[in-house]
């Protein structure tokens, strides 16, 4: 089972994200689980969100305590919440930073962990025009991780999520967002 | 009266019309005497009764239903005739009910 | 007609509340009465969607509020309607003076709720507060464990409220936020499965039917009142079958069989949890780490708990090697001894001469978080009352002191 903590600010579609990666996978006929930690929805509010993926059905119901994967889609959080809780040294840690993973790891001063970034924000304003990190992470997630779910499973997610509620202009920028991701994500 | 087993689930009625059976004229404390000659067959009382017990046959008002009459005293109070003291004059009457019960 | 959308059996990525609304498509009530109140307001969004687009034939009626939700339910179900509504937490509460009304009346309307605290503290994730508020009003009440429980249970319980042994509303319940707003994979059967399996709606004595002129909700006085609560009671008697039946004939449609309590590696269990919903997850999920430790440990999970299956608990908990038991409640009863639950099986137990030590054990108020470490914790507190040491009536998971 592999679990994944996801950190972000509201209104920057982690939840969305976190929902397609577990419809993702279980078009990959995997079990998987995503569980936002709703508190008071505000924009802007950290939020963390949870997803679990498994070959095996899941019965547990509460949060990540010890996750295999932290993403940081925002990262004016990096020091503001714990990103390392319950992590331990194999974890993957990915993060929307203009950083390399080395300078990150000087950055945050931390031994350890797999680190991986990408420039999520500059991808979401180039290609969406928009602050929306969210799907830029969902392909960098699904490169760093080869077990969790194909970048297919995710392209096709997001075009029935999306589908009929925005523009093909728009479903086509989504998808060159993630695939951008997909490629530049940078480890160590 | 039915045990559990036998009422109705739901306490459902399925007799329509049932409530004529029960004789809500035992709760009268007070009767209303009825005095054909002054009655005008204004019908007043008849819609005002809450009980639908003035009985009305051919346009006209012939009697009190007191099998169901609960002596509330509306078509006493309502009925244009029935003003002032002259008890003579009237056409309804409120009188005490054991003025026409024998004592138990 | 509604359009038939699910032709095939298909596994799906869906929240508690999507589930839940897509078995209301699929079994097409005739009126739905609905007022919005979080985590439950998806269903409706969802349900609406369904009504909008013409894929269901149901008379959607949004009210002024739960107490008049269930109301409009009430005078449906009397015209001889399948009548369904939805709520959550404070709804529900407001709702109790009607759940009554319904049960008393004997109308078998299906409410799902999503379990919500009850203010004060407003707070809006989960906890039992709101069933176990509404306990004694006469309803059925079934909990379940994840998303595809709860829409297999409020299929089955179609059948049950309106079998004519039982006639009562059905309350199923689903974890606010903790299931409701999560993803997970859910089984879903396909319209016609699920359409001949709830089958039509039968009702006796309609009011629509002015053939046959009847009177609902009549009064009955010191004379005749008890007789009918008599009959509530022989109802929920005969739930006890009828749920289980129903459950048997869910088994042969989809393979999963749904009984009244879901027992998990009791039968050679020293020390065993009870527990209902969400948390059984978690916990099943601790058992097994506690047992490839070598621990003793079991599981069993309540489903319905009204009617209060007493004597599948006490059979499973005598079949077991048991030396303490530790109740999981996921509400207070303030002033009592322990929790609802706990009051539950303590009764089942004494009244059958098993006298077990047993501990009462209160988490996840208000949506705090109950995971592997508090289950663990759960099982520490059993196994100190088991060793003879001195454990308080209720303890507190996960409480900062």
């Known amino acids: 089972m592999i679990e994944i903590r996801w950190h972000a600010r509201g209104g920057q579609g982690a939840v969305t994200a976190s929902k397609i990666l577990a419809s993702s996978a279980i078009r990959e006929r995997k079990y998987a689980q995503s569980a936002p930690d709703y508190g008071a929805e505000r924009a802007g509010a950290p939020l963390r969100s949870f997803n679990r993926v498994s070959e095996e059905p899941i019965t547990l119901h509460c949060m990540v305590l010890r996750p295999n994967i932290v993403v940081v889609v925002d990262p004016t959080l990096l020091k503001t919440v714990p990103i390392f809780e319950g992590t331990d040294e194999n974890a993957v840690i990915v993060v929307n930073t203009d950083k390399t993973p080395s300078e990150l790891r000087e950055y945050l001063g931390v031994k350890g962990r797999k680190i991986y970034t990408v420039n999520a924000s500059a991808i979401a304003m180039e290609e969406l025009k928009k602050p929306l990190m969210n799907i830029p992470m969902l392909g960098a997630i699904s490169k760093v991780i080869d077990a969790l779910v194909s970048i297919e499973s995710v392209e096709e997610d997001i075009k029935v999520t999306f589908g009929k509620k925005i523009s093909q202009e728009l479903l086509d920028a989504n998808l060159r967002a993630l695939e951008r991701a997909y490629k530049e994500v940078k480890g160590e | 009266m039915k045990g559990w087993k036998n009422l109705e689930i739901g306490a459902v009625i399925t007799e329509p019309g049932s409530s004529t059976v029960y004789k809500t004229g035992e709760w009268r404390a007070w009767r209303p005497v009825f005095q054909r000659e002054n009655c005008i067959d204004c019908m007043i009382c008849w819609v005002f009764c809450p009980d639908s017990s003035i009985i009305v046959e051919d346009n006209k008002v012939v009697a009190i239903d007191y099998e169901h009459c609960k002596g509330c005293g509306i078509c006493a109070f309502e009925c244009p005739k029935s003003k002032g003291d002259n008890e003579s004059k009237k056409a309804l009457i409120m009188k005490p009910e054991y003025l026409f019960r024998e004592e138990d | ?346 009764t089942s137990l004494y009244t059958r001469g098993k006298i077990y030590p047993i501990t009462g054990i209160v988490y996840g108020l208000g949506g705090r978080d109950c995971n592997l470490n508090h289950i663990e914790e759960a099982f520490d507190v059993v196994k100190r009352k088991a060793a003879g040491m001195d454990v308080p009536p209720v303890t507190y998971l996960n409480l900062r002191v």
């Open chain 3, 1 to 346: 007609m509604a359009v038939r959308l699910m032709t095939e059996r298909k596994v799906v990525p869906y929240t508690g509340n999507m589930a839940t609304a897509e078995a209301l498509r699929q079994i097409n009530p005739d009126v739905v009465a609905a007022y919005p109140i979080t985590p439950q307001t998806e269903i409706m969004h969802f349900f609406a969607n369904y009504v909008a687009n013409g894929l269901v034939d149901t008379e959607f009626m949004t009210v002024e509020s739960e107490h008049s939700a269930l109301s409009a339910a009430v005078g449906a179900a009397a015209a001889g309607a399948r009548a369904m509504t939805a709520t959550a937490g404070p709804g529900l509460a407001l709702m109790w003076e009607i759940l009554g009304v319904a049960s008393g009346m004997r109308l078998p309307i299906v409410i799902p709720v999503v379990n919500r605290a009850l203010s004060a503290p407003i707070n809006i994730h989960c906890d039992h507060s709101d069933m176990m508020g509404a306990r004694d009003q006469g309803c059925i009440m079934l909990f379940s464990e994840n998303a595809e429980e709860q829409y297999d249970n409020v299929i089955q319980a179609v059948r049950i409220a309106e079998d004519e042994r039982v006639r009562l509303p059905v309350i199923i319940g689903m974890d606010g936020f903790i299931i409701s707003h999560s993803i997970e994979n859910v089984s879903l059967l396909t319209d016609d499965e699920v359409k001949k399996f709830v089958g039509k709606q039968t009702l006796t004595h309609s009011l629509l039917d002015i053939d046959n002129p009847v009177t609902h909700g009549p009064i009955a006085m010191a004379d005749s009142y008890m007789e009918f609560k008599r009959q509530q009671r022989e109802a929920m008697m005969n739930a006890y079958k009828v749920i289980r039946e129903a459950g048997e004939e869910f088994a042969e449609l989809k393979g999963k069989k749904y009984e009244h309590i879901e027992t998990y590696k009791t039968e050679d269990a020293e020390y065993i949890l009870i527990v209902m919903g969400s948390a059984a997850g978690t916990a099943k999920y601790t058992v097994d780490g506690l047992r490839e430790k070598g621990e003793k440990v079991g599981l069993i999970k309540v489903r319905t708990f009204r009617p209060f299956p007493y004597y599948d608990v006490v059979d499973v908990i005598d079949a077991s090697n048991v030396k303490a038991i530790g109740v999981m409640d996921r509400a207070e009863t303030f002033g009592g001894y322990s929790g609802p639950l706990f009051e539950e099986v303590c």
